[in-house]
């Protein structure tokens, strides 16, 4: 079977990450850390830095890992090499059929939202996100490069609005003194919103998205020192960004007018300051950042399957396993990507159709179900990297853990934890009949 080209550099890798991390996350949960965070913004703030800190301290700890392996699916290879080729295949099936194409209806339903916001077509909303979902599909099946290249075009595009809210807020709330009452005055309309676990979950979508970097390690350029400076850089600049763009929404506009604004917060930022042409303006950088995040996830839910059979596993191995050579791109894979993708985003239209008779929250979820995966890392690489220092080898690994399991507490407090618990493992249980014994 040939591999897939080398054709992504450092650039492309560390876009990547920043740029599935930043994308919809910052605004579509801005106003949702503050309702957990019982509508102080101190509180918020300090969940947004917890919440920063796990990721840099995880992907510090996978950039470590990465050092020594690269194959075809970053955490999948992990895992494998860790506990064997039986475990590594329940995680690659929980991330193809669970991980990916949840955050990828998400991704394209938050996407739809803005663009519908901004066209006035607001009962479209489904509509837009199916169309956006068969796009990029079908640019990662018949043009993987140009996918790449957009992905480098959307991140840088998606810095502006960011740039924008922080710096024309912090200056606009340190002149007229919103800042000082933001970390004052909490919002009153919120009692319960579950307090800083639950606030830090909400960041974790925000965060989630720098580990699906892994997934084209074998298409990177000098992948072993690609890939940890691309995971460990980009997490960082992230961190700094967002908590920047948190203070300039919060120099503007009041803790209750962001829970009020929703979504839409940075935009009435823009809008008060520069008018309704900037708030337009910015609408449409936001649907590029999103877009930008959607096609990232799309690029490692399209090569899912290939994930699972590249290793001879799984249902038709061969048949997934095939690379099309007119596109060098994995299209058999894709596909089953785009199917499972467009049945999460059914899952999701009926939490806001009232199906299920609460909210199953599969953009918070599925990210808590991965961190338990990093914990069985985590003491994996305390085991065996005996050639590491003692802080790689152990402080780093220890603290990803416990924020791990800070983030899974946060979880376990949501609504239809235990639905959608049963839900995740009978569809792991649904592949394991298919979990033949590896072949060379």
Request: proline residues 2%; aromatic residues 14%.
């Amino acid at each position: 079977m040939e591999g897939l080209q080398k054709k992504y550099g450092f650039w492309t890798a560390t876009a990547m990450v920043i740029g599935i991390v930043i994308g919809s996350g910052v605004f579509f949960k801005a106003d949702d850390v503050l309702k957990a965070a019982n509508g102080s913004l101190p509180i918020a703030l300090l969940a947004w830095l917890i919440g920063g800190c796990i990721m840099v301290v995880t992907a510090y700890v996978f950039a470590r890992i990465a050092t020594r392996i690269q194959k075809v699916n970053g955490l999948v290879d992990y895992f494998e090499e860790a506990y064997g080729w039986r475990a590594g295949y329940l995680v690659a099936w929980f991330m193809t059929f669970i991980y990916y194409p949840t955050l990828v209806a998400v991704l394209a339903w938050v996407s739809a939202n803005y663009t519908s916001g901004l066209l006035g077509l607001d009962g479209a909303v489904w509509l837009i996100a199916a169309i956006y979902m068969v796009f990029f599909f079908l640019l990662n099946i018949l043009s993987p490069v140009l996918a790449g290249k957009w992905q480098v075009s959307a991140t840088v595009i998606k810095l502006i609005p960011l740039f924008l809210v922080a710096v024309v807020g912090i200056c606009s709330g340190i002149t007229t003194g919103q800042t000082f009452s933001s970390f004052t005055v909490s919002a009153q309309s919120v009692s319960n919103g579950g307090g800083l676990a639950v606030a830090t979950l909400a960041t974790a979508f925000a965060y989630e998205g720098w580990i699906i970097a892994t997934t084209i390690n074998a298409e990177l350029k000098d992948a072993k020192k690609t890939l940890p400076r691309a995971l460990f850089l980009g997490s960082i600049a992230v961190v700094i960004i967002y908590m920047l763009y948190y203070l300039g929404i919060s120099g503007v506009l009041s803790n209750e007018e962001v829970i009020q604004a929703g979504n839409n917060a940075p935009v009435e930022v823009i809008s008060m300051i520069f008018g309704r042409l900037g708030g337009t303006l910015l609408t449409v950088f936001v649907i590029i950042s999103c877009l930008g995040t959607l096609n990232g996830l799309i690029m490692g839910s399209s090569r899912g399957m290939f994930s699972i059979a590249s290793r001879g596993l799984g249902p038709k191995a061969k048949f997934f396993a095939a690379i099309n050579h007119s596109y060098n791109s994995t299209v058999n894979s894709a596909m089953v990507g785009f199917v499972l993708s467009a049945f999460w985003l059914m899952v999701w239209y009926g939490n806001f159709a009232g199906w299920f008779g609460a909210f199953m929250d599969i953009s918070e979820l599925p990210i808590a179900f991965l961190y338990v995966i990093y914990l069985s890392l985590y003491l994996w690489v305390m085991r065996t990297f005996t050639d590491l220092g003692p802080v790689s080898r152990f402080v780093a690994p220890f603290l990803a853990g416990a924020g791990s399991l800070y983030i899974i507490w946060g979880a376990i407090q949501k609504d239809m934890f235990i639905h959608f618990l049963i839900l995740a493992l009978a569809i792991v249980a649904a592949g394991i009949p298919f979990m033949r014994v590896k072949k060379d």
